[in-house]
Every structure is written in structure tokens, then in C-alpha cells.
């Protein structure tokens, strides 16, 4: 989310080297992938055996889940088969043919999802674990945009987060020693107020909830609680991944981490209640950075690239997407000096959309297209 910072890699002497995910800034970053998860390891006591799903298949939500298994040894049958996908039952079979389909009143969301079988034999039990891939069902949309205003921006703002209240932006700013908090005026682009953040601290989204800023960071896994009247931090709050991008959706606050994993928080104590993974209909949509929750949707800039990801906060589905290329080409903001698309702030007075990006010389108001 954060480019231009030095790459540095590190050698763990007697230790295998985990793969690294190139992190928000442009540094590599230990994380291990979502698809390195495995299931239990193989038992010893053989009672079944599992034909379908595949390990690992890449299915949309509309396919059929069919699970098949079968007796490790014929002649010896086990005594009753239960099979559950994420955790849920979905048949408790006791006598062949050992299968059954998931129902499609349980397959909701997008995702890597786990279905285990376990069976039981003379007192024994037997556990299998395989992961299916979840992508959407349905192909999103590909929307254009027109300029509706253009706005001044400070070309050293490297925007984090943004959003919009009662006529001012706000906006947060990143970078290791140069993080903020800001007030801004939109017609002028001037900063009325600003916070300093700690030079340790590198700045991330930001949101607004009952004229609260919260404000995150992105590897020190602290954020920041502000009055939006006067930027008194009021607390701090605490979480266990990266800070990347934050928006609010009614009682809850949304982060993401640059996965593909948006996060959904209790804002008092900050902690995670539930968690979406998002995917088009053909991969897993990562790198999800700045949020913007519009009209029913959460917009997400998708980092290292031109595009916003309009994605439903219930199933994980991308239902469209926005490419804003030529709204300020790539060699222009190499003349610039300017860097990535970053940042999406919604009036919802008037419905106005705006959008920047990091060191941009200028916010756009945009009105999405067909």
C-alpha cells in the first residue's frame, strides 16, 4: 500500500524460509497465505476414504458441493459416516453409499471453506479434511466514470484513508515520519487542522463512527481513536494484522490488512466479529486497501493497480469494477512524482463521489458510468 520504501530480506539460519507476501509498503513481509492452511494431517486408522470434492477445487457458489466417500477396505464398512461443511452438519449417514451434497441454504459466502468428513468404527473415529475454493457466480461489471469537478490536492498528501462529514474531507497520510491526521477544506484543498502521528507510526485508513475518527497503522498493529471536533485521542485500539483500510457499516467498522480478508469490528473494544473472503468470478481478489462503504457496497482501491472493487459485505462477491486509468495516466504521475490510485470518500448528503491518490496534485469528483 505504502511503495517506495527499501526491500530488505532476511535470512532464518536453521529454519525453512516461509513464502513473503510483498506488504502495503513495497517491503516483503512474513505472512503465510490463506491457501497454505491445511487440514488435520492424515490419520493412521483407516475407515474411509474421500473421493470428492478435490482437494483444493475451484468452484462458484452456484456449482454443487457433492461429497463422496468411500470404505477404506470393502469388506469392512464403517459404522456411521457424519459429514459437515464449515462446521456445519449436513448429513449423518449410516449405511452406504457414503455421500451426500452440501445444500445450497449453506453455501452463502466466497471463500476457502472446509468440508470434514468424520467417521466412526468399533469405538474409532476417523477425520477427513478437504478445502473447497468458493469464487462468485457471477461475471462483475465493467463501469466507466466521468469527471464531474476537479479539486485541488497537496502533492505531498500520500493518502491512506478519506472520508467525507459535514462539508470537510478528512484525510489520513502515511509514510514513516511524515503520518497525519487532517481536516481539509474540499473547494480549496487547504488543511484546516492537522495531528502529527509519532515518527515511529505509518499511517493508514481512516473512518468515521458517532463522530469518532478511528484511525489505524499499518505494521505497529495499534490504532487511534479521535474527537472529530478537536482530534483528542480519546483511546487507543489494538488487532492482530495489519492496518490497511477502514470503513463503517451501520455498528460496525471494516478493515482491511491487503488480503483478500475484510474484516468486521465492534468499534468499542475493536474486535473481530465476522470476516468475509472476497473473489470475482474467476480468483481471489487481494490486495484490498483503501474502503469506501457506498450504497450497499463496500468500494475497495485494489493496490498496484487502477481499479476499485465494488463488493457485496455479504457473500464476499465482487459485483463490479471501476477502471480509473486515465483519470491521472501513470506517466503523469511519474512527472509528478505521484504514486498509486488511493483513496474513496462518499457525501451522503448528495451522493457525490470523490477519489485521489497518493501524492496527487488533485481530488476528482466522479459519477460512475455504464
Not at 467525507?164 to 502515511?174: D, I, K, R, V
Not at 487532517?182 to 495531528?195: F, M
Not at 476499485?308 to 491521472?328: H, M, Q, W
Not at 474513496?344 to 496527487?360: C, E, L, M, N, P
Request: hydrophobic content about 35%; some cysteine.
Amino acid at each position: 500500500m505504502n511503495s517506495n520504501i527499501s526491500k530488505y530480506v532476511s535470512v532464518f539460519i536453521f529454519l525453512l524460509l516461509p513464502a513473503w507476501m510483498l506488504s502495503c509498503s513495497g517491503r516483503p513481509e512474513l505472512r503465510s497465505p490463506a491457501t497454505a492452511e491445511k487440514g488435520p494431517a492424515e490419520p493412521t486408522i483407516r475407515i474411509i476414504r474421500m473421493l470428492s470434492p478435490d482437494s483444493e477445487a475451484r468452484l462458484q457458489l452456484k456449482d454443487r458441493i457433492n461429497v463422496s466417500l468411500v470404505s477404506a477396505r470393502e469388506q469392512d464398512q464403517p459404522d456411521s459416516v457424519k459429514v459437515f461443511f464449515e462446521g456445519k452438519e449436513v448429513a449423518s449417514l449410516s449405511s452406504g453409499p457414503w455421500e451426500c451434497t452440501v445444500p445450497s441454504s449453506l453455501v452463502k459466502n466466497t471463500g476457502r471453506k472446509p468440508v470434514r468428513a468424520v467417521a466412526y468404527k468399533d469405538g474409532k473415529t476417523q477425520i477427513i479434511t478437504r478445502f473447497v475454493i468458493l469464487r462468485s457466480d457471477v461475471e462483475p461489471l465493467k463501469l466507466g466514470y466521468q469527471v464531474v469537478n476537479t479539486f485541488r490536492h497537496d502533492p505531498d498528501a500520500f493518502t491512506q484513508g478519506l472520508f467525507y462529514s459535514n462539508g470537510y474531507l478528512y484525510e489520513g497520510t502515511g509514510q514513516e515520519a511524515g503520518s497525519t491526521l487532517r481536516e481539509v477544506e474540499l473547494e480549496t484543498g487547504r488543511v484546516r487542522r492537522q495531528l502529527n502521528l509519532d515518527p515511529s507510526l505509518f499511517g493508514e485508513g481512516i473512518t468515521l463512527y458517532n463522530d469518532l475518527i478511528y484511525q489505524v497503522t499499518w505494521t505497529n498493529q495499534v490504532g487511534f481513536v479521535y474527537d472529530i471536533t478537536n482530534f483528542r485521542i480519546i483511546k487507543r485500539v489494538y488487532y492482530q494484522t495489519q492496518g490497511w483500510g477502514l470503513t463503517t457499516i451501520n455498528d460496525r467498522i471494516v478493515m482491511s490488512d491487503g488480503s483478500n480478508i475484510l474484516y468486521f469490528i465492534e468499534p468499542k473494544l475493536f474486535t473481530v466479529t465476522s470476516q468475509i473472503e472476497v473473489y470475482d468470478n474467476e480468483k481471489m481478489v487481494d490486495q484490498l486497501n483503501e474502503l469506501e462503504f457506498i450504497n450497499g457496497e463496500i468500494w475497495a482501491n485494489v493496490w498496484q493497480t487502477d481499479l476499485i472493487a465494488r463488493i457485496d459485505p455479504e457473500t464476499g462477491k465482487v459485483n463490479s469494477y471501476i477502471d480509473l486509468a486515465r483519470l491521472f495516466p501513470a506517466q503523469k504521475r511519474r512527472g509528478a512524482n505521484a504514486d498509486v490510485l488511493n483513496g474513496i470518500a462518499y457525501d451522503h448528503g448528495s451522493g457525490r463521489i470523490f477519489v485521489t491518490g497518493k501524492k496527487w496534485p488533485a481530488l476528482y469528483e466522479i459519477k460512475i458510468t455504464e
